[in-house]
Structure formats: structure tokens, C-alpha cells
């Protein structure tokens, strides 16, 4: 089994800052690309941002140049940066994590999301 614990959510003005933390622990052989994702209230899940193994990323047009995301390969740890906050940000963030529990097993995994509200 492989348990993602999901961190850092809360409220916060808008235009303020808050990092996420993902920590995947379990039987993991490797971790490939790692993500995170947001539901707002009555809408469908999106991705956010998105890095790959060797460090390469990719965020979704809303957040680009507010939000970074990073990896902690020694920690089996994905965060996600997240500045200059808006209302419309508000959402349950969730992380995703692709990796192999053996090296012909895959898996993705998700964390349980945490809630992140940007109110005044």
C-alpha cells in the first residue's frame, strides 16, 4: 500500500501565500511525475501544475507566474508554491503521484485533498 498525507491548506486573504506538501510513504519502488490538481465547488477537477522526474514542470495557464511547484526526491515530497492568491483559487487541492510499487507494478495514487479558501 501507498499513502499520500497532504499538508499546508487553510484560509487566506486574497494575495496571500500558502505552500502545499505531499508525502508519499508505503511500498514505492519509484516515483515518476507528480502533480496537483484543484476542485472548486460544483466544477470538475483540473490540473494545476505538473512535474516530471527529471525536474521539468508545467502549470496551467491560471497560475502561471503565482504558483511553483517542486520536488523533494529524498522525501518522496511534492509541494506547491502558491503566491499572490485570488478567490477564485479557492478550491480542495489534491496531489497525484504516479510511481511503481515493484518495478513491473505501476500505480497512481491521490492524496486526500486539502482545502484551500481565499476570502477576505
Known amino acids: 500500500q501507498v499513502q499520500l498525507v497532504e499538508s499546508g491548506g487553510g484560509l487566506v486573504q486574497p494575495g496571500g501565500s500558502l505552500r502545499l506538501s505531499c508525502a508519499a510513504s508505503g511500498r514505492i519502488f519509484s516515483i515518476n511525475a507528480m502533480g496537483w490538481y484543484r476542485q472548486a465547488p460544483g466544477k470538475g477537477r483540473e490540473l494545476v501544475a505538473g512535474i516530471t522526474s527529471g525536474g521539468s514542470t508545467n502549470y496551467a495557464d491560471f497560475v502561471k507566474g503565482r504558483f511553483t511547484i517542486s520536488r523533494d526526491n529524498a522525501k518522496n515530497t511534492v509541494y506547491l508554491q502558491m503566491n499572490s492568491l485570488k478567490p477564485e483559487d479557492t478550491a480542495v487541492y489534491y496531489c497525484?503521484?504516479?510511481?511503481?510499487?515493484?518495478?513491473?507494478?505501476?500505480?497512481?495514487?491521490w492524496g486526500q485533498g486539502t482545502l484551500v479558501t481565499v476570502s477576505s
Open positions: 497525484n503521484i504516479g510511481l511503481l510499487t515493484t518495478p513491473f507494478h505501476d500505480l497512481n495514487a
